[in-house]
T-cell receptor, first 116, second 114 residues
Framework: DAKTTQPPSMDCAEGRAANLPCNHS???????VYWYRQIHSQGPQYIIH???NNETNEMASLIITEDRKSSTLILPHATLRDTAVYYC?????????????????FGKGTLLTVNP | DTGVSQDPRHKITKRGQNVTFRCDPI?????LYWYRQTLGQGPEFLTY????????KSRLLSDRFSAERPKGSFSTLEIQRTEQGDSAMYLC????????????FGPGTRLLVL
């Protein structure tokens, strides 16, 4: 799976949008971009994923550049409870042969601190 | 709540003892994964089951580690002769069959080996 690069930490004011960048310059055409977050001492929580198009759900929006070499996760109105480590993961979609395409390869992520 | 559950949530043991953790995936999820997370690092993949078949094991999974999913439902992860380096959070995740295959994680079992 392609490697991702994220800033180690970011700050955001409560109520403002949090924009978390991720570089994945070696991404392949059949690889998805996934975002998870992990609040202290809890298991990772799935946020959103996408392939080419921008995606939005109740938690966040995912903006993927046209060349797919980078993406941005947007939390539109950050709250104190959004303070967490955010992981950007690139994972190949399941191939016809199945096999080891399923595992998630986590980096160190970005620690987002939302301040009052 | 029908999320992934793990038991116990915390385990303290002495070096050399055996420990076993249990994971109950989301109902009808046929895929189950184990990950390990040490302090300051992201989770690392350990092993993966599709139904009862263990399809992949990481090189991180030494001979002291064994995982089972006998009926394709819950899974157990056993560590024999624990070492201090085994201290970590052990995470379980499950995913459904299909194109999305999004993995949903449990709360984890935190192991401390003294």
């Amino acid at each position: 799976d392609a490697k991702t690069t994220q800033p180690p930490s970011m700050d955001c004011a409560e109520g403002r949008a949090a924009n978390l960048p991720c570089n994945h310059s070696t991404i392949s055409g059949n690889e998805y971009v996934y975002w998870y977050r992990q609040i202290h001492s809890q298991g990772p929580q799935y946020i959103i994923h996408g392939l080419k198009n921008n995606e939005t759900n109740e938690m966040a929006s995912l903006i993927i550049t046209e060349d797919r070499k980078s993406s941005t996760l947007i939390l539109p109105h950050a709250t104190l409870r959004d303070t967490a480590v955010y992981y950007c993961i690139v994972r190949v979609a399941r191939g016809r042969s199945g096999g080891s395409n399923y595992k998630l390869t986590f980096g160190k992520g970005t620690l987002l601190t939302v301040n009052p | 709540d029908t999320g992934v559950s793990q038991d116990p949530r915390h385990k303290i043991t002495k070096r050399g003892q055996n420990v076993t953790f249990r994971c109950d995936p989301i109902s009808e999820h046929n895929r189950l994964y184990w990950y390990r997370q040490t302090l300051g690092q992201g989770p690392e993949f350990l092993t993966y089951f599709q139904n009862e078949a263990q399809l992949e094991k990481s090189r991180l999974l030494s001979d002291r580690f064994s995982a089972e999913r006998p009926k394709g439902s819950f899974s157990t992860l056993e560590i024999q002769r624990t070492e201090q380096g085994d201290s970590a959070m052990y995470l379980c995740a499950s995913s459904p069959r299909g194109l999305k295959e999004t993995q949903y994680f449990g709360p984890g079992t935190r192991l401390l080996v003294l």
